[in-house]
């Protein structure tokens, strides 16, 4: 649970074994036991990606129309993840997983797949993670993050919140698209089983929660998938009779639905054709290229960012002014991560948002996530486990840690406007845009805006002038696209 936020820099306890004293877990006040709990805890909560994502980025079709299969994404999607999560588990010691974005794959899909060949996307997706971990390594992501005022950090959290538990209400279709307007409660109305399920699980996992029950998120998915599996053995028909939103419940009734072998065969897909990327990427032409790269850029950096700021907000591990330690050390493994993504044609890798259902169990260090990558391992075999839990299962998690981190928005001072303002910029946008990159801008272009106004420009960190046009130009991409199109 999360009823103690110890201080980043507390000492809740003497170290007992190098693990302990490597990963500071005493330090923070928490347990191996409980990181596990936590690892498992955010697992669960991601899960939904090695399914999901194949289906985004394994049916889209490139410039030639060839797709890269459901199989084959799905298995590299869990060992990407998995690796990464490892990765930023030692090198950062904090609590945040790592996996294919939501979102980003959409942009790779969608956006430049139909341009070129995937082998040129997963190139591009590579020149992206190498310009971000430059951009690490010379402290320059670190001088962003510090830059962001504290008040403004705390609304990206807060946002982050917001958006989390819409992920859950939509991905478990609680809350559709509606008619006439933009969501609507369910179909109209709250109808069929599966929104049942999600209803049932979110009121125990509620209940366990405020009765403090330790692993309550954990149990809360377990009870809910298991009444998942009763409710589609007994009233389903083996397909998709009942509705649910993405994965159908049922126990495997053969060794052969357990165990799949993995299928790695679009790894390296990025070196087909070599490497002479002007030449590659000459008949969509240099402009163009560079738009889509800094689109990725832009989105991967502050989607990362916010999340990071959400989380550590939620594990008591930021200081007084939204700062935490070792940031250097996390944003490094976030770039790995989409430099292993585009090496292993998975998408861009990001850190999660879920990872604030880990957070919610008490895990505190890196252990939780080389503990969920781990698992992601253990998935790569075992995809129809991993397709066990539905959406209406886990998602009930997303939106009690979306209750956990509401409850800093008291943390911001909305007696100063442009605090105040860029805050509420940054909370609305998130969830209403889906993104968490659009808040972020939103939030610090109406900060930089409203201190200007107030004549207070000086004020305004130089880094978040710079920031503030470079959003500028993303959003107004459209028309810059008209104008070199």
Known sequence: MNASKPSPTGTAGAPANP??????????????????????????????????????????????????????????TALVAAISCVIMGIVSRYPFAIAAGMGLNAVIAYGLAPLMPWAD???????????????????????????????????????????????????????????????????????????????????ISIALYVRKVRGALLIGIVIATILAIVVETALGDGGDALGWGLTVPSLPTSTGELVAAPDFSVIGLFADGGFNVIARWSDIGFATVVMLVFTLLLADFFDTMGTMVGVAHQAGLADEHGNMANTREVLAADAVGTLLGGAGSASVNTVYAESAAGVGEGARTGIAPIVTGALMLVATLFTPLVSLVPFEAATPVLVIVGFMMMTQVTNIDFKDPAIGLGAFMAIIMMPFTYSIANGIGFGLLTYTFVRTVQGQGRQVHPLLWLISLVFLIHFAEAPIYALIG
């Not at 410039?63 to 459901?70: A, E, K, M, P």
């Open 19 to 76: 693990v302990d004293r490597f990963f500071r877990v005493s330090e923070r006040g928490s347990t191996v036991a409980t990181e596990i709990r936590g690892g498992l805890a955010t697992f669960f909560a991601m899960a939904y990606i090695v399914v999901l994502n194949p289906l985004i980025i394994g049916t889209a079709e490139d410039v030639n129309g060839q797709t890269l299969g459901i199989p084959e994404i799905a298995a590299v």
């Open 121 to 203: 996307v997963f190139l591009l997706v590579i020149v992206e993670g190498l310009l971000l971990l430059i951009l690490v390594l010379t402290g320059f992501r670190t001088a962003v993050f510090a830059a962001i005022p504290a008040g403004i950090k705390t609304g990206i959290a807060v946002g982050v919140g917001l958006f989390l538990a819409l992920i859950g209400l939509v991905n478990a279709g609680f809350v559709q698209a509606g008619e006439g307007t933009p969501v609507q409660l369910g179909d109209g109305g709250l109808n069929g089983w599966p929104i049942l399920i999600f209803v049932i699980g979110l009121l």
